[in-house]
């Protein structure tokens, strides 16, 4: 069994910054990719960013120029860094990871609880 805890979601004023942390532990072998999702009230999840094995990043349009991913491999934790957040970024962060629990095992995917992220204006 894989868990992914989240930790970092707060209340921040408008023009802040923030640093979201996954930390992934259990039945894992390997990790390829992780990320980010985020889900408003009445809207659906969306991409924030993910981050390969390989260190190649990917970013949703509208925190390109402001977010961050970055993972630490070695501790299967991947964080984000949220800059000029605005109140349009509040919603629940998600963490998500595709991994192997074991070396024959196919990929499968983990999603965290979430962490609520609430920017004021």
């Known amino acids: 069994q894989v868990q992914l805890v989240e930790s970092g979601g707060a209340l921040v004023q408008a023009g802040g910054s923030l640093r979201l942390s996954c930390a992934a532990s259990?039945?894992?072998?390997?990790?390829?990719?992780m990320g980010w999702y985020r889900q408003a009230p009445g809207s659906q999840r969306e991409l924030v960013a993910i981050?390969?094995?390989?260190?190649?990043?990917s970013y949703g349009d509208s925190v390109k120029g402001r977010f961050t991913i970055s993972r630490d491999g070695a501790r299967d934790t991947v964080y984000l860094q949220m800059n000029s957040l605005i109140p349009d970024d509040t919603a629940v962060y998600y963490c998500?990871?595709?991994?192997?629990?074991?070396?024959?095992?196919?990929?499968?995917?983990?999603w965290g609880q979430g962490t609520q992220v609430t920017v004021s204006s």
């Open positions: 981050i390969k094995t390989s260190g190649a990043t």
């Open positions: 259990g039945s894992i072998f390997v990790i390829a990719n």
């Open positions: 998500h990871a595709i991994l192997k629990t074991t070396w024959d095992a196919l990929l499968t995917e983990s």
